[in-house]
């Protein structure tokens, strides 16, 4: 029993994993940047950030981004997805740390801008969080368009810290 539940685990594990590093992709230019160390560098990220600050977390979806915590250097969201509810679209330009604290089966969807709109580029089915992934942060990097729907009965709740400035795991 417990071996199945290994085996499903690292399976699960493993296509999260690979569709994340598939989905929050940064460029050779923008992580050497990010990890060069300097202010002047994280903001010359920033300048090459060319998403419109309107699609940010806290603005295109304030319903399910709370700020827990902010400063000059960090910023710290409570996200919160509603039950059979699709978040708005939006975006997260800094590199973070997140985890989830409550897991639901749910749809991932990256979007891109085409023709002043954003459609779905892709998306990903996740019908269920392994317990061993709860309560386990993962370090992300910058996050393009996208949405989450929550496809379960109870709400699903994850934390991300963001990091304004030069941050090395």
């Known amino acids: 029993m417990k071996i199945t539940y290994l ?3 690292l399976l699960i594990g493993g296509i999260l994993s690979f569709f994340l590093a598939k989905s929050f992709y940064q460029t ?17 990220v920033e300048s090459k950030w060319n998403v419109p600050n309107d ?24 996200v919160i997805l509603e039950p059979n509810k699709t ?13 989830f604290s409550q897991a639901t089966p749910m749809t991932y ?7 002043n709109g954003y459609m779905i580029q892709d998306s990903i ?22 949405a989450i729907k929550n496809l ?5 709740v994850a934390y991300r810290v963001e990091f304004k400035k030069e941050f090395k795991p």
């Open 55 to 78: 699609v940010d977390a806290v603005k295109a979806a304030p319903e399910s981004h709370k700020i827990v915590y902010e400063d000059s250097s960090v910023r710290i969201l409570r």
């Open 28 to 44: 050779d230019a923008q992580t050497d940047l990010v990890n060069s160390g300097t202010e002047s560098d994280t903001a010359f």
């Open 109 to 115: 969807y990256k979007y891109v801008l085409k023709d």
């Open 7 to 9: 085996i499903t685990g």
């Open 87 to 99: 978040e708005p679209v939006h975006t997260h330009r800094w590199k973070s740390i997140m985890w």
């Open 125 to 146: 089915a996740i019908a269920q969080m392994p317990p061993e992934v709860l309560n386990h942060g993962e370090i992300m990097g910058a996050e393009g368009p996208h």
């Open 152 to 156: 379960g009965s109870r709400e699903g």
